[in-house]
């Protein structure tokens, strides 16, 4: 059984810029959320897809947008990046269902530095 | 009021003690109830899950929930160094699809 992978593992980037950051979800789980978190701070949910469909949102602005594909994969874009936006962002997968919460497994996430 | 609330710390406890961590959480109807643990520069790995008032044990982690409090609990007996992280506690409502985070305690076990 595979767990979660994210990919890249780091990457800079300057404001403006736009990054897409990948996640493969563990073997057997159809939901993945993102997470963002900051330094020093617990993780902040930015949304979860559900059978290839956005399943609720944080409270992140539309720049940060997102895809589920038919093998349960992700991606998590984000637009016109900002100083703000720098943080280690985490993919988690989880068996749940669209009303479940579930035990979610991370995976190693992305460090993203905007400079 | 922040929804997930913990002491920052650090929690400095020897080695071979008790370790308490502690979390408040003000929505009462938060069903599910989750310790990660994190090491710097590591994502969360799960410690714990409860669901239910009272006590959970696994191993050498008890998790303690009292709903009525809204209160949640972490026990660590016989700390070891290699315990020393920061450690999250997540709730998530009924029929949601998030969790909420708290900033974390970090704890320091001192060998």
């Known amino acids: 059984e595979t767990g979660v992978t994210q990919s890249p593992t780091h990457l800079i980037k300057t404001r403006g810029q736009q990054v897409t950051l990948r996640c493969s979800s563990q073997s057997g789980h159809n939901t993945v959320s993102w997470y963002q978190q900051a330094l020093g701070q617990g993780p902040q949910f930015i949304f979860q897809y559900y059978r290839e469909e956005e399943n609720g949102r944080g409270n992140f602005p539309p720049r940060f947008s997102g895809l589920q594909f038919p093998n349960y994969s992700s991606e998590l874009n984000v637009n016109a990046l900002e100083l703000d936006d720098s943080a280690l962002y985490l993919c988690?997968?989880?068996?749940?269902?669209?009303?479940?919460?579930?035990?979610?497994?991370f995976g190693a996430g992305s460090r993203l530095t905007v400079l | 009021q922040k929804e997930v609330e913990q002491n920052s710390g650090p929690l400095s406890v020897p080695e071979g003690a008790i370790a308490s961590l502690n979390c408040t959480y003000s929505?009462?109807?938060?069903?599910?109830f989750f310790w990660y643990r994190q090491y710097s520069g590591k994502s969360p790995e799960l410690i714990m899950s409860i669901y239910s008032n009272g006590d959970k044990e696994d191993g050498r982690f008890t998790a303690q929930l009292n709903k009525a409090s809204q209160y949640v609990s972490l026990l660590i007996r016989d700390s070891q160094p290699s315990d020393s992280a920061t450690y999250l506690c997540a709730v998530s409502g009924s029929g949601t699809y998030k969790y909420i985070f708290g900033t974390g305690t970090r704890l320091k076990v001192l060998a």
């Open positions: 929505d009462r109807g938060s069903q599910s």
């Open positions: 988690a997968s989880s068996s749940g269902t669209v009303s479940g919460a579930n035990v979610l497994t």
